[in-house]
């Protein structure tokens, strides 16, 4: 990934419903600009504001730019649980740290059997990043909970974390066989392993 560090995610929210209702407007062929004006018109997320909307929407087409025909076709005739993974892969596309907790953390500690994630695990990985990046070091503590937050958030609400009495169990997903071919044939396999924990 090419990407740079950013603590975007922490005005971003996962927004399974939302993408759907935006990737079936694009599906009919509505352009940038008319689904903004559906989103605002309609409040198709029932949000309070008319900023808020076009906020929400933003974000989302943004997302959705790592997102061509086929996997846009895969969203709409998958369950939900795909649906979730397709959506979380498009937030780690965009997201290069998040991506690289994936990998490195989430991905590792599968591997050797461990079953559970803990708080310390997140405040290791940030430790080591501002290490690494000046980007990192410079932001608030503040951020940097916050971000924690989101990462677990994300991994839940996909279901790559089940949350038994606090604990934060580590359960990868079964991933539908045409998703997985077709992140493997579109150079994305790193994401793969990152999200399947596999090595």
């Known amino acids: ?61 943004n997302r959705l730019k790592c997102m061509d025909d086929e996997l846009m076709d895969i969203f709409l005739t998958s369950d939900i649980s795909t649906q979730k993974i397709i959506n979380l892969f498009l937030i780690v596309k965009k997201d290069k740290l998040f991506f690289e907790f994936l990998f490195e953390v989430y991905r590792e500690k599968y591997i050797i059997g461990a079953k559970s994630l803990s708080k310390s695990d997140l405040n290791i990985f940030f430790n080591n990043k501002e290490l690494q990046s000046e980007i990192v070091a410079n932001w608030r503590e503040k951020t940097k909970k916050q971000l924690m937050t989101m990462y677990i958030n994300y991994m839940t609400e996909a279901n790559l974390l089940t949350d038994k009495d606090g604990e934060k169990l580590i359960t990868p997903p079964i991933l539908d066989p045409r998703l997985e071919n077709y992140l493997e044939l579109n150079g994305d396999a790193a994401i793969l392993k990152a999200i399947m924990g596999v090595s």
């Open 1 to 61: 990934m090419t990407l740079k560090y950013s603590a975007g995610l922490v005005s971003q929210f996962f927004w399974l419903s939302e993408t759907r209702d935006v990737i079936r407007l694009k599906k009919e062929g509505k352009t940038e600009a008319e689904i903004k004006k559906i989103c605002v018109d309609e409040n198709l997320f029932g949000v309070h504001s008319e900023s808020f909307s076009l906020k929400v929407c933003r974000y989302i087409l």
